[in-house]
């Protein structure tokens, strides 16, 4: 168990539709950061928040949206779902930002998009 | 930008036999090294890292790695695998400025008993 964790651990929607995964990170991590993993591109970054604030973001979709909330919880909003944004989520957190930050992983959302 | 290549997408060894995964990353200047493993079902754990100083790193469950600057490499290494090491490795950068971890495909681990 990393203490970080996320809500929910499966989500099954369809297309169109719109969703929201939580995640909260440990105790103390200011940085929280979010990845994509699928089939065909691995696991990708989407976003990174540090302590409220946007602070770089990735392959992330105009469709996809994310804020970190003055408690440190992040949620990652994704709308218009397609079939191809069906994939596990995780994010991810540290104690504060940079490059020799270790990243403590959650347990990932799993979508499926039908 | 930095990438990280993983050759070996499917390993299967026998217990007791020794381990090596490659890890080769592109990126001109000064990186962080990071090996994560995936056991099935669960989240990313880390195994090792290297920032600097002594190139042999070794990590959690017996697992080392090598930093090669020359190569441009970070091999995975384990003298005797146990079949519980049967997961997904992924090999892993950041660069200063760029604190994303750039993740490698993966290598799928299957340890037959």
């Known amino acids: 168990d990393s203490g970080v964790t996320q809500t929910p651990k499966h989500l099954i929607t369809a297309t169109g539709q719109r969703v929201t995964l939580r995640c909260s990170p440990r105790?103390?991590?200011?940085?929280v950061y979010w990845y994509q993993q699928s089939l065909d591109q691995g696991l990708q970054f989407l976003i990174q928040y540090y302590n409220g604030e946007e602070r770089a973001k990735g392959n992330i979709l105009e469709r996809f949206s994310a804020q970190q909330f003055p408690d440190l919880h992040s949620e990652l909003n994704l709308s218009s779902l397609e079939l191809g944004d069906s994939a596990l989520y995780f994010c991810?957190?540290?104690?504060?930002?940079?490059?020799?930050?270790?990243?403590?992983f959650g347990p990932g959302t799993r979508l499926l998009v039908l | 930008a930095q990438s990280v290549s993983q050759h070996n997408h499917h390993v299967i060894l026998s217990e007791a036999a020794s381990l090596e995964l490659g890890c080769n990353y592109s990126?001109?200047?000064?990186?962080?090294l990071f090996w994560y493993v995936q056991y099935p079902g669960q989240h990313l754990q880390l195994l090792l890292k290297?920032?600097?100083?002594?190139?042999l790193v070794k990590g959690i469950k017996g697992f080392e790695a090598e930093f090669i600057k020359s190569k441009f490499s970070f091999n995975l290494r384990k003298p005797s695998v146990q079949w519980s090491d049967t997961a997904e490795y992924f090999c892993?950068?950041?660069?200063?400025?760029?604190?994303?971890?750039?993740f490698g495909t993966g290598t799928r681990l299957t340890i037959i008993p």
């Open positions: 290297y920032f600097s100083g002594d190139p």
């Open positions: 105790s103390g991590d200011l940085s």
């Open positions: 892993a950068v950041t660069t200063f400025g760029n604190e994303k971890l750039t």
């Open positions: 991810a957190s540290s104690v504060l930002a940079g490059a020799q930050e270790t990243q403590y």
């Open positions: 990126y001109g200047g000064t990186v962080n």
